[in-house]
């Protein structure tokens, strides 16, 4: 393997494409073939998945050396970190970390957090909402941060959702 990295850098060198103000560059060349790695998947086309794989690992073998890295201090780096990682594997065969698992926790939980004026707002939220939407304030539910940094926990029967901003509970921007 050793020599493959070898073999991988000199080429890049002898294409002068090994300096570091080429790295954004390299990083669109990995995604590039990471997704020609996906189609091949798709296809279900063993030789284009391995031509795929290799073509990923040689352009982040080239974006580490830009960037005065190693292949192995990368790996072992990434090992150090997930060796002892807790989590399950979800429907679609992906492990997630247990960080990343959804949290349950109750209405009360959250509102505890919350800075008093924040707390008020939701509450009259909840009163005035309370006689379509029943919340039971000491249910658990599911949370989980959405794309604008929101906490957001869905009650499924009544297809009801509470937000609270991020920044107020569990450590926002």
């Not at 970190?81 to 990343?100: C, H, L, Y």
């Not at 029943?134 to 940094?149: A, E, I, Q």
């Amino acid at each position: 393997m050793e020599q493959l990295v070898q073999n991988v850098l000199g080429w890049a060198e002898d294409k002068g494409i090994l300096s570091s103000d080429k790295s954004l560059g390299q990083m669109c060349k990995v995604i590039e073939e990471v997704g020609e790695t996906a189609s091949a998947l798709v296809k279900k086309d063993i030789y284009a998945l391995r031509d795929g794989i290799g073509d990923s690992i040689v352009t982040l073998i080239i974006l580490a050396g830009q960037n005065g890295l190693t292949p192995q201090e990368c790996l072992q780096a990434a090992w150090d970190e997930i060796k002892d990682r807790k989590g399950k594997v979800n429907e679609n065969g992906a492990f997630v970390k247990e960080s990343d698992l959804d949290v349950k926790y109750s209405v009360s939980d959250v509102l505890s957090e919350l800075p008093e004026d924040v707390r008020n707002k939701v509450l009259e939220h909840l009163s005035v909402n309370n006689s379509v939407h029943h919340v039971d304030m000491d249910k658990k539910y599911l949370f989980k941060k959405n794309l604008s940094g929101i906490f957001v926990f869905p009650d499924n029967e009544f297809e009801y959702w509470l937000e609270v901003e991020c920044k107020y509970f569990g450590g926002g921007q």
